[in-house]
């Protein structure tokens, strides 16, 4: 009877169990694990609508969106552009995306709110780039050392008044190396990393936008590479946090699409940036508008503008403080654009005891069965 008893229980959780696990139909493709974009689309609960002709796909329920191109590194979610690790493939009209994008950057752009391990912090580490002899680039205005300084004094001051505190790694035109600046950030405990910079190319003065950076996930290529390199295996501090890191680009970016700042969308990228790869902490790299090119290094120049900026910055980081302490996505670019979106944690429930695991949701995905 006791046995028996056992079994029974054997074969309700073995139920339960079976009813949580989605079929993701993963296939090998040149190498690497794929799922298809029609599963994405099943699992997401979102319709899919296929339009071959320009090699596209576009799925859409209910404000939440996902556009897929074929050969394409470029993928939409909610409005916002995201560079992912591999280009979708398309072969027979069928789309595939790596299994690594899926983990690393559709799900925690579509459910930030389920990623694991966000920890609550109370200190902001800003980063201005460059200073001193290393002026960044060059606008016909000011430097790139001394814009990044104005927004990052900018951001402290907003980031103040609601409560948190800042540590700057320069608060004055001196030169700090990389690893010094990450090293001071490392010292710090309960904090999160925000470097501040501006673009800049000498190949096309058409370059335009805001782009935001977070650690390239191992094993796959960074955004400006198209083929995997040695130094892509190579584990580095960021990547402890990576996926956090993620959440914490895609919660800035979005408070900085939402915004009234009249950049192009380059989206959200990854790179092994020194900072980024360095620091404990879920870090990111913002770059603020191209000084190469006439309109960015305009808006740039504008004292308005920059203060309207730091305060889209200041935002997205009160809008990832909510979603580590009360676990509720944070506001979408519509969500900001529409009047809706809120990063008071205040206003929200108390945080959830340490001790209650968060439930695990009806279609989960478990990072650990990903490539690491
Ligand atoms: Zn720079």
């Known amino acids: 009877m006791r046995f028996s008893g056992f079994l029974a229980v054997f074969l309700v959780w073995m139920f339960a169990t079976e009813a949580r696990a989605f079929d993701w139909d993963i296939q090998r493709i040149d190498g690497r694990d794929y799922v298809s974009v029609a599963k994405i689309a099943e699992f997401y609960n979102l319709p899919l609508d296929v339009a071959p002709s320009d090699r596209q796909m576009y799925l859409s329920r209910g404000g939440r969106s996902l556009t897929a191109r074929a050969d394409s590194r470029d993928l939409d979610i909610n409005g916002v552009r995201y560079v992912l690790s591999f280009p979708v493939l398309d072969r027979n009209g069928k789309f595939w995306v790596s299994r690594m994008d899926l983990g690393k950057t559709i799900e925690p752009a579509f459910r ?3 990623v694991q391990g966000l920890k609550p912090f109370s200190l902001v580490v800003l980063d201005p780039g460059h200073g001193g002899q290393d002026k960044g680039a060059a606008s016909p205005y000011e430097f790139e050392k001394n814009f990044a300084l104005d927004v990052a004094r900018r951001v402290r001051n907003e980031l103040q008044q609601a409560g948190l505190r800042v540590f700057m790694t320069r608060n004055n035109d001196s030169f700090v190396e990389l690893q010094d600046r990450a090293a001071m950030a490392n010292a710090k405990q309960n904090c999160i990393f925000v470097s501040i910079h501006f673009n800049a190319t000498d190949t096309n003065p058409d370059a335009s936008g805001l782009e935001i950076y977070s650690i390239t996930p191992r094993g796959s290529p960074s955004t400006e590479y198209d083929t995997l390199l040695v130094r892509d295996m190579v584990q580095e501090y960021g990547n402890a946090n990576e996926v956090q890191s993620f959440a914490l680009a895609h919660t800035i970016f979005h408070s900085l699409r939402g915004a009234n700042l009249d950049m192009a969308d380059r989206g959200v990228k990854r790179a092994r940036f020194a900072v980024l790869r360095l620091t404990k902490m879920p870090a990111v790299l913002i770059e603020g508008g191209f000084l190469t090119n006439s309109g960015d290094a305009k808006r740039v120049a504008s004292t308005a503008w920059r203060n309207q900026y730091a305060k889209a910055i200041a935002r997205g980081i009160l809008a990832y403080r909510k979603l580590v302490e009360t676990d509720q996505a944070p506001p979408t670019m519509a969500e900001y654009r529409n009047g809706t979106a ?30 690491q």
Do not use: Q
Request: charged letters at 10%; proline letters at 27%; zero cysteines.
């Open 112 to 114: 930030p709110e389920n």
């Open 342 to 371: 809120s990063v008071n944690s205040a206003a929200t429930p108390p945080p959830r005891p340490v001790a209650t695991p968060a439930p695990a949701p009806v279609n989960s995905i478990n990072l650990r069965d990903l490539p």
